[in-house]
């Protein structure tokens, strides 16, 4: 499948897929690609929960595909569908992340922090290029262009994946109750030493 699918790439290219469900499948895609790594942007928990809320308040008046256009509710019935395990935006993705970094395959992750990449883009992709034994690229950290409007519409979520042309944090207060803040605050686990048993690469 593989090489039928990526067929009219010429040999030693490097190959991005952007599937967040590999985390999910690391093991096998060991086995069938013993090079692949598989890098893995991470934000805290609580702040991509806030980012969705705050697009849902933007976009109040239009369902999305995200709750299964379903309209009411509230911000805990929201984040309850988000952080689904089986089927939400971050509860798959965080539960396969978990899956992979305890797995005997996660030396072949690389692990992004958000925070560090918009404090500091040079350094962090530098470290990048390195880990992945390819020469480094010059970026232009001020000027990020990317967008996926067709597919942010569909969604019901327009904006989600329109990205700022310039890498920076923005500091904000969160939109969530305190309640919700404490709840996630320790699900972050790869920003605990302690629980990096298989020294994931974290930059």
Same mark, same amino acid.
């Given at each position: 499948?593989?090489?039928?699918?990526?067929?009219?790439?010429?040999?030693?290219?490097?190959? @991005?897929?952007?599937?967040?469900?590999?985390?999910?499948?690391?093991? /096998?895609?060991?086995? /069938?690609?013993?090079?692949?790594?598989?890098?893995?942007?991470?934000?805290?928990?609580?702040?991509?929960?806030?980012?969705?809320?705050?697009?849902?308040?933007?976009?109040?008046?239009?369902?999305?595909?995200?709750?299964?256009?379903?309209?009411?509710?509230?911000?805990?019935?929201?984040?309850?569908?988000?952080?689904?395990?089986?089927?939400?935006?971050?509860?798959?993705?965080?539960?396969?992340?978990?899956?992979?970094? @305890?797995?005997?395959?996660?030396?072949?992750?690389?692990?992004?922090?958000?925070?560090?990449?918009?404090?500091?883009?040079?350094?962090?992709?530098?470290?990048?290029?390195?880990?992945?034994?390819?020469?480094?690229?010059?970026?232009?950290?001020?000027?990020?262009?990317?967008?996926?409007?067709?597919?942010?519409?569909?969604?019901?979520?327009?904006?989600?994946?329109?990205?700022?042309?310039?890498?920076?944090?923005?500091?904000?207060?969160?939109?969530?109750?305190?309640?919700?803040?404490?709840?996630?605050?320790?699900?972050?686990?790869?920003?605990?030493?302690? /629980?990096?048993?298989?020294?994931?690469?974290? /930059?």
């Amino acid at each position: 499948m593989f090489d039928s699918y990526y067929s009219d790439v010429a040999p030693g290219r490097v190959i @991005f897929d952007t599937n967040r469900s590999w985390t999910g499948r690391l093991p /096998l895609l060991t086995d /069938l690609h013993p090079d692949a790594r598989v890098i893995c942007c991470v934000r805290e928990v609580p702040w991509i929960i806030d980012s969705i809320e705050r697009m849902v308040r933007r976009n109040a008046l239009q369902p999305s595909r995200l709750f299964a256009y379903r309209t009411g509710g509230s911000i805990y019935s929201r984040v309850e569908t988000l952080m689904d395990s089986e089927k939400g935006l971050i509860g798959l993705a965080w539960s396969t992340l978990r899956e992979a970094w @305890f797995s005997d395959a996660a030396e072949r992750m690389i692990v992004v922090n958000y925070d560090s990449l918009a404090r500091d883009p040079g350094r962090v992709l530098a470290y990048l290029y390195r880990a992945l034994d390819e020469p480094v690229f010059a970026h232009d950290f001020e000027n990020v262009v990317y967008a996926e409007p067709d597919y942010d519409a569909e969604l019901g979520m327009p904006g989600l994946h329109t990205v700022r042309p310039k890498v920076a944090p923005v500091p904000r207060e969160s939109c969530l109750p305190p309640d919700l803040v404490k709840k996630y605050a320790e699900v972050n686990f790869w920003l605990n030493p302690g /629980l990096n048993h298989r020294k994931v690469v974290v /930059l």
